[in-house]
């Protein structure tokens, strides 16, 4: 999580405290704000599995969290179980913000 937001968890002292998941709420599929040290974030993240982005989603969610949150830091993630083509990585470079994660970019997080 901390990595999304390019926070080192690593780093002596690090810890994150007040976290909550917000499940489903404005069609949003997953938002966690949380605070790290002395800063506030959210990271929303929008789960594909065999679909693509739609009906102007992202820009939607993106502006509710904007909106919502305007004393946090925020992230964006755009997390795709299936490939991501080209195709979609162009098309997903017009929302601003929002950067696309595959399976195998969020084990390696993990390691």
């Not at 989603?57 to 509710?64: A, D, G, N, P």
């Not at 490939?83 to 990585?89: A, N, P, R």
């Amino acid at each position: 999580m901390c990595s999304f937001v390019g926070v080192d968890y690593n780093e002596k002292g690090t810890s994150v405290r007040t976290l909550t998941v917000h499940k489903q709420k404005n069609n949003i599929d997953l938002y966690i704000t949380f605070e790290v040290e002395d800063k506030k974030y959210v990271l929303t993240i929008e789960d594909k599995i065999m679909s693509f982005s739609h009906d102007n989603q992202l820009v939607k969610y993106k502006k509710i969290i904007e909106r919502d949150f305007t004393d946090r830091i925020k992230a964006f993630v755009y997390y795709k179980t299936s490939l991501i083509g080209k195709e979609e990585i162009g098309i997903l470079q017009q929302y601003k913000g929002w950067k696309p994660y595959s399976v195998e970019e969020v084990f390696g997080l993990f390691e």
